[in-house]
Nanobody, 128 residues
Framework: QVQVTESGGGSVQAGGSLTLSCTIS????????MGWFRQAPGKQREGVAS???????TVADSVKGRFTVSKGNSKNTLHLQMNSLKPEDTATYYC??????????????????????WGQGTLVTVSS
């Protein structure tokens, strides 16, 4: 059984920065694709940034140049450095893990399939 745990959310003023971290535990004998997704109230969940198990990085157009996704020292840790935050970045941010490529559309954030494992989410609030 694989568990996904996020940390690092909080409140920040527009223009500020936050770093989110995600760790997967349990059955981690294989390399997982890992990614960050977010859901604002009344909106669908959308892709933000991900790293597939082959190292392919995908970043949403809406955050490109502001957000950076990276693996930690362990293959089971994923970070999201968020800079120049905007009020429209306010959402609950979820980490996902899957043994296959994440398969989502960076121009729209739309996910093409249901991903395997999800964390509980961490709230990011950006005030103007």
């Amino acid at each position: 059984q694989v568990q996904v745990t996020e940390s690092g959310g909080g409140s920040v003023q527009a223009g500020g920065s936050l770093t989110l971290s995600c760790t997967i535990s349990g059955y981690t004998y294989i390399t997982y694709s890992m990614g960050w997704f977010r859901q604002a109230p009344g909106k669908q969940r959308e892709g933000v940034a991900s790293i597939d198990m082959d190292g392919t990085i995908t970043v949403a157009d809406s955050v490109k140049g502001r957000f950076t996704v990276s693996k930690g020292n362990s293959k089971n840790t994923l970070h999201l450095q968020m800079n120049s935050l905007k009020p429209e970045d306010t959402a609950t941010y979820y980490c996902a893990a899957d043994p296959r490529p994440m398969d989502w559309v960076p121009s729209t954030g739309r996910m093409n399939r249901i991903l395997d494992k999800w964390g509980q989410g961490t709230l990011v609030t950006v005030s103007s």
